[in-house]
């Protein structure tokens, strides 16, 4: 039991930005901002739509965001697209945004989620730099 709260301290901990206020001297925390991707998957060669979501991935993680990558969600090509849907919203759920690849559009799965995302009042973005607007206040 102390070893899952560790665990899940430790986590709470790399999931945080930890600044200092140079006016208050206090000490503040602020959560990442967790993003999930959503993009055509089905149909498309494998090394193609892992390279597309990778490199969001990386584009994303490198200012600041954690993210929810439905390739890495769903960790089998051999996945069902019942299967990998049903994993994925389970994620994209506790996701604060949504991150729309280009190809979302020709994709009956990214259409889901873009309409559950718009549904439960999560944001959704084409812009990476709107994404950063969002939370930059």
């Not at 206020?21 to 055509?40: D, E, H, P, S």
């Not at 490198?62 to 019942?82: C, D, H, K, R, Y």
Request: glycine content about 4%.
């Amino acid at each position: 039991d102390s070893e899952q709260k560790n665990r899940s301290r430790q986590k709470a901990i790399e999931l945080a930005e930890i600044h200092r206020n140079k006016k208050t001297n206090q000490i503040c925390i602020k959560m990442k901002k967790k993003i999930y991707i959503a993009g055509k998957v089905t149909g498309l060669p494998q090394d193609e739509v892992y390279a597309k979501f990778a490199d969001m991935q990386t584009n994303l993680e490198s200012v600041g965001f954690e993210v929810i990558n439905p390739i890495e969600v769903v960790n089998n090509a051999q996945s069902t697209w019942l299967e990998a849907m049903k994993l994925c919203i389970k994620e994209l759920v506790t996701c604060d945004a949504v991150y729309l690849l280009p190809c979302h559009t020709n994709s009956r799965g990214a259409i889901i989620e873009k309409q559950l995302a718009d549904n439960l009042g999560i944001p959704c973005h084409t812009n990476v730099f709107e994404l950063i607007d969002q939370w930059s206040n």
